[in-house]
């Protein structure tokens, strides 16, 4: 079965620290560009993170400077580390993969995305 799974969300206060993991399963991210996005309860679905087959990344700017967005292709997985995490930052992420050959990724929509996973709760509270 081709799919994605993201796993290593969870409950943290504010200023903690979260490592979020989206695991191809069924094919290879060699080929993909992948992307975070996150929804909030009762807010549309937004754009977090991507990033290239070749290593190029972007990123909303209001997690610019917490999040950083990796790949490990050995293990078939990209990675969401996140960082002085915010109340605003509780969402359920999602990660999706792009099959079409690109110089650069977007989080502007998820669109062009597929393969998505159930995903993964991350709650800050306090």
Known sequence: QVQLVESGGGLVQPGGSLKLSCRA???SLD???VAWFRQAPGKEREGVSCIT???TTNVLDSV???FTITR???KNTVY???NDLRLEDTATYYCGADGVE???CTIATDV??????QGTQVSVSS
């Open 53 to 55: 087959r070749d290593g």
């Open 80 to 82: 969401l580390e996140m």
């Open 64 to 66: 610019e400077g917490r």
């Open 102 to 104: 690109k110089v650069s």
């Open 25 to 27: 399963s069924g094919f």
């Open 72 to 74: 490990d292709d050995a």
């Open 31 to 33: 080929y993909y560009a």
């Open 112 to 117: 062009l995305y597929d393969h998505w996973g």
